[in-house]
Every structure is written in C-alpha cells, then in structure tokens.
C-alpha cells in the first residue's frame, strides 16, 4: 500500500481535496489538525503493519492516544481479562417487574409476576440478548477487548450469528478509513492504493470529478473555437467541403483524447463515510472473488474503448471488514486455496486484490497492498474442523479463541425469566406479532424443555424455538388476536412440524393401511423397537429374528448398514446367553431385519434391547406382546443403557397404539411427552434385560430355559449394577 503522501499519483495534478475554501475549511473543521490527503493507516514498522498487540492503541486526530471504550479497565500485565457482569452484560428483566423468589423454582416462568412479554424490557445491545452462551458471551467481550480471533463450533441455531454481530458493537472505536485506488501510470496493471480518514474519500472523488469537468469544458470551448476558424478559413478559401472533413477530424480527436480524463479519476472501493461503528462483514458462502476482491474482465481493450485497471478493481469482504469484523460461518465451504489465502490476509494485516479467473483480462492486474486489519470469527458445525486448513485454525486458535456452543443448559429460575425475555425480543425484532401471554410463555418454556431431550435442562437452540413463536404469533395475528394465547401456541406446534415430523406421520399411516404396524396379540421374534428421524421426531421400527442352524461357522444376518448395529446387538446378547444358558449361539445363525427400515433412523445402537428381546424370543419360541414398544441400549452384563430422543419415540408409540412403551431406567426423568399421549400409553422404565423380559414376553417360561434362569436371578446378578452407574453413561445417539 502507498504511504508516500507527498508523492503527487493523482492525474495531471488533481487536488485531493475540495477546490473551492470553503469546502476546505469544512474539511479542516470535520478532520482537525489531519492534512486531507494525510494516510490515516498509522502501522508503525517498514512492513506497514502494526506491531502485535497494539491493535487497541491508535493516536486520534490530535496526536493523543485514543482509549478504550468507557467501561474498559486495562490490567497492567496486559491480560484485562472482564467479566460479563462488569461490563453490564448480566441484563435482567426490568425491575419494575415484580419476581416471586419463594415460589420461582416452581413457577414455569421462574416467579415472573407478568401478564403477557409487554411488561419486559428488551435490552438494546445485542450481546446483553445472548441468553444461555455466558462461557461465548465473556469470550467474545474479551475478544473484541483485544482484538483477537474467535472460531465458535455448536448446532445451528445457537446463537454464532448474533454473537458475532454482537462484536462489532464492542470493538473499541479507531479511526475508520476510505480506500481509493489511483491509475499508475508508470504501469496500468499495477494501481496505487491509498487510505484516508473515513468521510474524505468522498470529497476527493468529487473534486477529481469536478476538475475532469472543468478540463472536458475547456478541451470542449477550445475545440469549438478551433472548429470555427477551421470551417471560417474554409469558407473564405471556398474550401467548404474540406473545411467540414477537418472539422469532423478535430472533433474526433479532443473526443478520443477526452476519454482518459474521465477515466483518471479514482475508484473509491471501501466507503466507511457513514459508518459509526465498526464494520460488519457476512462472508458466509462466499466465492474467492467476493472474499478476497477482483478486478472485472474488460472485454474492450484496445482502440481507446477500454476501462482503465484501477476502475475495474472490487473490494472484497476482507477490505470493507478493515477495523472491523469478519464473519465467515460454515467455514469448511471455502475452498483450501481461499482458506490460504485468508490466513495469509489475517497474518499480514493487508492483502493485494488481483482477478481471480486465470481467463479474466483482471488475472494480470495486482494492485498494491489494501489494507485488512479485521476480526475474524469463523463458525460452524463439528464437521466444520475437518475441511478446515489446519494453519489457518493454528492462527485462530493462536491469536484468539476457540469456544463451543452449548446446546442445553440447565432449567433454574433465572434462565426461564431469561427465555420469557426472549419470546419479548422475538415480538420486537419482527415488529408484527402481538405479544405472548403469560400461558403463552409457559407453553413455550414447557417446548423448551422438551427439545432440551435432558432432564433438568433448556434448549439453546433458539432459532428453531424463535420460528415456533413467529408461527403462533402469525395465528394470533390471523385471528386480529390482542394477545398470543397458549392455544396458538399449541396449533404453532402442530403447523410448524419439521419435514422429518411430517414424513414420520406418513410412514406411519402408511404402516396402518398395509397392516405392517401389529399392536395387539403375540409374536415370536418381532419386537417393536423405537427409533428417531432427524433431530425432533420419532418413528417405530419393527425388528424381526429368525434363528437356524449354520452350516458353518455361525453369524449375524443383516442388509446394508444394519449389519454393524446388528451384530453388536447380538453379541451383547450372546454373553448373557453364554452365561445363563447352554445354547453355544455360534453354532447358529441369526437373522435380524429390521422391516422396512432402509438405512434411516437406526445409526446408533438404542435397537440393543429390541434386537436382544427378539433373539431370545426366537431362540426359546416365547411370543413378545406386540403392544409393547421399546428402546434402549444394552450392555454385555444385561444392563439397559439410556439413549436419546426418549420422549419422541414414545409419543411415536402412542402414535402407532402401542399402550406400553419400555425406557431406561436413567431416561426415567428425560421425558417431556405431550398431554395428549400421556393418557395413551404406559412408560415401564427398565435397568436391566431381565425386567424388559418379564414386561415383553408373554405366557410362562419352561423350567431351565434361558428366560426362566434370567428371571429367578433377578435381584442378585443385574441390581448389583446401581442405577446410578447407568445414568453416569453417555446416551446413545438414537
């Protein structure tokens, strides 16, 4: 990047300020003591960056040093670490809101005394709006503090969007700067760059502009008069049609010279002009061009039609988030290339902008150095840190932060008053929605805690729980409804199903029609298992086995990517079996089919009860009692192991008529099931296989056999395992 301010790289002399003293004086008054085409870029080593660690010390327009925002306490060793509570960030709801402390822990909203989400106030920044994040939100304060680097990772919906919005309103103020790009002319393809104090880049185009004017107008009156006596002589000379081929060949010429005066004036391409706070830059998605800048394809290149270099140069979201911040979520979308490049921007501090198609005449031009001095923070989900370049998240997590999202964070009080306040941001953000009442807001706490799939816990994420409160307040405002009641709260929940929702209540009417779906009688060997689709939605699973002697050696028969749940399943099962009984299970093989499942909603292994119940149905000829649903993952002692998605496979249950659905015992607390499926259906929450044997098998076991050996142990062999030591596990996935 130019620095040289003294050298004069504007056109035949342009000023670089106003014309007229007047505008000057303006100038003077707006900027202080600062020269107009003074550099404003105050990187004080030869490479023109600024040493580390001074990112938040700038002299201001007197040659003072610039502070922190008030607010800021620096600590001497340097590492001014603050507290979200120190700096204001612990909102609560407004104080003339009256709060029931006696009775919050079993007030739904947390002793809240409301009548509907008007009575909160809405805090006005955006980091004071950030509910459940405390760990990202004191990260991101301290990160904008110091200017440092921040790569947050979590589910969508969590809050990665706002924080980083929330940001730029926390970096402390700099001087701002105007980008223009200036025509070299000891060489067209490489232009000149340089920086000015924001609000001067204006003002110096205009006064280019009006000086091109004010050449063109005399190029245009000297013309003229040339025009005149040409065509004058010829008509004295009776010459005349030699005089009008002159005049048409001069009139030709100032108009191909005239070109480049225009075409001279330079290319603002970061205006920071109305700017007054830091810069905000989504690059989410973007292509190398947007990203990085460009310099467009000029197709006209010779015969004084083409576009000057320095005209055709793009800024990218590198340049306009200069002193700013740069958000780039789903960061494993950039190509590896882009991503090298990025970190080479992040490290320098200033980065060229040149084509980025090898086939666009821009590919040969490269402009000095363009300042990018910004904050980047990348987001995205867990697979985001595979794709991404590992130098480049070496420099984040070098240079910054690195911080996960939370999911679910635990049910208090404090945080049900938060999520009331949150359904009150919702209203005022979208501006059309009447306002929840106080019913309204239980209802979608109580959803709140249901999507949570954790006992004792809340969501976090928000996004979806946000479009549930926009949907009940589109009912209410179809009605010309004064308020948004519970009962459009509960219509919300059933027209904003997920698609996942929507097909699994097709699938299972579907089911119904062709009668694959038996919930009533006994079978041997089909067992109706449980399992989910996508994230808030369950589906049954019938499970069938078969035993039959192997020809061989024995094995686990399954399709596809059920084979590997499969024999897991039934290896587990086999040390029971080994243990309580004399039937050597490799001496036979098992067929497992999962009907009519596919390779959906069964990657985990919360099929291990239902595969183990089969195969021991199979293998001593007891019927199951197909009204009997169940789910859980099995250990080799014979334990059941908690799972996730337990209240939507229930509910699933109660869909299919199913009137007893088996659990782990440790997910005993996780369920949040509708009103309506609470009548319908019976949970046994089970610990071990012996319990889910004696609710799912039916008739008598014969004396020996394996069940009857499982059942008179009871008591003994599987309760020394504490349900405490079940619940310390991790759920399965499914």
Avoid at 251 to 257: D, G, H, Q, S
Avoid at 657 to 671: L, R
Wanted: aromatic share 4%; with cysteine.
């Amino acid at each position: 990047m130019s620095n040289d301010t003294n050298v004069d790289d504007s056109p035949e002399g342009a000023p670089d300020a106003a014309p007229d003293e007047t505008e000057r004086d303006r100038a003077s008054d707006d900027q202080g003591d600062r020269s107009p085409v003074t550099d404003s870029g105050d990187r004080t080593d030869e490479s023109g960056r600024r040493p580390n660690g001074e990112f938040g010390r700038e002299s201001g327009p007197d040659g003072s040093e610039q502070r922190p925002p008030e607010g800021f306490e620096e600590d001497p060793d340097g590492d001014d670490i603050e507290t979200v509570e120190d700096l204001g960030s612990e909102v609560d709801v407004d104080p003339g809101v009256e709060i029931d402390e006696e009775n919050a822990e079993d007030d739904l909203l947390g002793g809240l005394k409301i009548d509907s989400t008007a009575d909160i106030e809405v805090p006005d920044r955006l980091v004071d709006q950030v509910i459940g994040q405390d760990e990202a939100r004191d990260i991101i304060i301290k990160a904008a503090k110091q200017r440092r680097h921040v790569m947050m990772i979590g589910s969508p919906g969590t809050g990665k969007s706002m924080l980083a919005k929330a940001m730029s309103q926390l970096l402390p103020q700099e001087d701002l700067q105007d980008v223009l790009v200036y025509h070299n002319p000891d060489d067209g393809n490489e232009p000149k760059v340089r920086t000015v104090p924001a609000g001067k880049g204006e003002q110096i185009i205009d006064a280019h502009k009006e000086e091109a004017r004010k050449r063109n107008q005399m190029r245009s009156i000297l013309m003229w008069i040339i025009i005149a006596i040409v065509v004058g002589y010829a008509i004295l000379s009776g010459q005349i049609l030699l005089g009008i081929l002159a005049a048409g060949i001069i009139w030709f010429i100032f108009r191909y010279t005239s070109r480049g005066s225009d075409a001279m004036v330079p290319n603002m391409i970061v205006d920071n002009g109305e700017q007054r706070q830091a810069p905000f830059e989504d690059a989410t998605g973007a292509h190398a061009g947007a990203l990085l800048g460009d310099v467009r394809h000029d197709p006209f290149q010779s015969g004084g039609m083409e576009t000057p270099s320095h005209d055709r140069v793009e800024p990218g979201s590198i340049h306009k988030a200069n002193k700013g911040v740069l958000f780039v979520d789903e960061m494993n979308t950039l190509d590896i290339r882009t991503q090298q490049k990025l970190m080479t921007a992040i490290q320098e501090g200033e980065f060229s902008i040149t084509g980025q198609s090898e086939r666009s005449s821009g590919a040969m031009v490269q402009t000095e150095p363009v300042p990018c001095d910004f904050v980047m923070i990348a987001a995205g989900n867990l697979d985001a840190m595979e794709n991404m370049h590992p130098a480049l998240r070496s420099r984040i997590k070098g240079y910054g932060y690195e911080v996960y999202m939370d999911d679910t964070i635990e049910d208090t009080p404090e945080m049900r008053r938060k999520y009331a306040r949150f359904i009150a941001q919702e209203v005022e953000r979208d501006g059309r929605l009447p306002h929840f009442t106080r019913d309204a807001v239980e209802e979608v706490i109580l959803e709140a805690k249901r999507r949570a799939g954790r006992k004792e816990h809340l969501t976090l994420e928000f996004r979806s729980l946000g479009g549930l409160v926009r949907v009940a307040g589109d009912i209410a405002r179809a009605e010309d409804a004064e308020f948004t009641t519970r009962e459009h709260v509960l219509e919300a929940k059933g027209r904003s199903r997920s698609i996942e929702q929507q097909l699994a209540d097709d699938y299972i009417e579907r089911r119904k029609d062709y009668e694959l779906q038996v919930t009533q009688d006994g079978m041997e060997g089909r067992v109706n298992g449980l399992a989910v689709m996508g994230e808030d939605s369950g589906i049954m699973l019938p499970v069938m086995a078969e035993i039959a002697p192997a020809q061989g050696q024995g094995q686990v028969i399954a399709t596809g990517k059920l084979q590997e749940m499969a024999e897991e399943s039934v290896q587990n099962v086999s040390a029971i079996i080994k243990k309580f009984s004399d039937v050597n299970l490799s001496e036979k093989d098992v067929h497992i089919q999962f009907v009519q499942a596919g390779q959906q909603g069964v990657d985990g292994d919360s099929a291990s009860i239902t595969v183990a119940t089969a195969v021991i149905s199979a293998l001593e000829d007891i019927p199951v009692d197909q009204s009997v649903a169940m789910t859980g993952s099995l250990s080799v002692r014979g334990d059941v192991l908690p799972v996730g998605g337990v209240t939507h496979k229930i509910e699933a249950a109660a869909k299919a008529g199913c009137t007893k659905v088996i659990i782990p015992k440790a997910n005993e607390q996780d369920v949040m099931i509708e009103d309506e499926y609470a009548e319908m259906i019976e949970i046994i929450p089970c610990s071990n296989i012996s319990e889910v044997l004696d609710v799912a098998l039916m008739g008598e076991p014969k004396k020996d056999s394996l069940v009857d050996r499982l059942k008179s142990i009871t008591g003994s062999a599987f309760d020394q395992q504490t349900v405490g030591s079940a619940s310390g596990s991790n759920p399965s996935p499914q």
